[in-house]
């Protein structure tokens, strides 16, 4: 089975072609570093020729609303043209939980934009929304801070690891388009200011976390439970305190003999 993984040099992507390898599949992983280009096409017919199933697990350069947006859709057009033309049996594409209740925000409008494309595309799909990873949390401060306070909502929040997402990722790349969205979390529930205070704690970092209801999720208001998913999603095991303590660890100092 040959799996594209497109993306494949990001967050997600790096660890997804490194677990379906590991699995036995036969990967290529696609993204402009390799000379495969989603907006412009170069690249694309060779690395699809042959392959039965193709993930997007590409991220835009830009959050700007205009360019997330022209992103996303030029994108996913180009990329289900390119996998109907190479008979690709299955798409499997990363969104996030909760797109449709944070349509305030450009990038999920994007987000939404690209879902739409797939469900419409005569391909089979299976699409994956996930929660806020981890390693995303200090993204979160930082784009909430001012001076040295960081300003958010009380919203629920169920991140969960890099690792698991495309854990989950590579389950269901291996398994028939379920033509359905599929949402994925993490393990336990928290509040977003909360957490995001853990974290700060753990890497010793001074800024004060204050909770507000009004204050902005990147420039929107977000109701208390826009970000966490169904019941029926499926969870990843990895707990924040665990995944938070190795991404803490310091490396020890060695010692010259
Ligand atoms: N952040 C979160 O908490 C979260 C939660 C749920 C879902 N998601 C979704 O997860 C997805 C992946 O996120 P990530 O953090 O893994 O992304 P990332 O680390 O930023 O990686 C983005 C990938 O997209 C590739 N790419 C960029 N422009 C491209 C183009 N024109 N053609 C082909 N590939 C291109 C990059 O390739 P190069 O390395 O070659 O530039 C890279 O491999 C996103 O769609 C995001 O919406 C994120």
Redesign the pocket.
């Known amino acids: 089975m040959k799996i594209v993984v497109?993306?494949?040099?990001?967050?997600?992507?790096?660890k997804l072609v490194k677990k379906l390898r590991e699995r036995g599949q036969e990967v290529v992983a696609?993204?402009?570093?390799?000379g495969?280009?989603?907006?412009?096409g170069e690249g694309l017919a060779d690395a699809l020729k042959g392959a039965s199933t193709a993930v997007?697990?590409?991220?835009?350069?830009s959050w700007e609303d205009a360019a997330v947006l022209k992103?996303f859709e030029t994108?996913t057009r180009n990329l289900l043209d390119y996998e109907a033309a190479a008979d690709v049996q299955h798409h499997v594409a990363?969104?996030?939980?909760g797109t449709e209740r944070l349509l305030e925000s450009g990038?999920f409008r994007a987000?939404l934009a690209q879902e739409n494309l797939i469900k419409a595309s005569s391909i089979p799909y299976s699409i994956v929304?996930?929660?806020?990873?981890f390693?995303?949390v200090k993204?979160i401060a930082g784009v909430s801070t001012e001076g040295n306070i960081v300003r958010l909502p009380p919203a629920l929040f169920q991140?969960m690891a890099?690792e698991d997402?495309a854990g989950a990722i590579a389950r269901i790349a291996m398994g028939s388009p379920v033509n359905d969205t599929v949402e994925i979390g993490g393990p336990e529930q928290f509040r977003l200011d909360e957490l995001i205070r853990r974290d700060l704690a753990a890497r010793k970092d001074p800024r004060e976390v204050i909770s507000d209801p009004h204050a902005r999720y990147y420039g929107i208001e977000v109701s208390e439970r826009a970000l966490v998913p169904n019941d029926d999603a499926r969870l990843g095991e990895t707990r924040f305190e665990d995944w938070l303590r190795q991404a803490t660890q310091q490396v020890p100092h060695l010692q010259p003999a």
């Open positions: 497109v993306g494949g040099t990001g967050l997600i992507g790096s696609a993204s402009p570093t390799s495969v280009n989603t907006l412009t997007d697990v590409t991220n835009s350069p992103f994108s990363l969104s996030v939980v990038f987000k929304r996930a929660t806020q990873f390693e995303f993204n991140p890099a997402v």
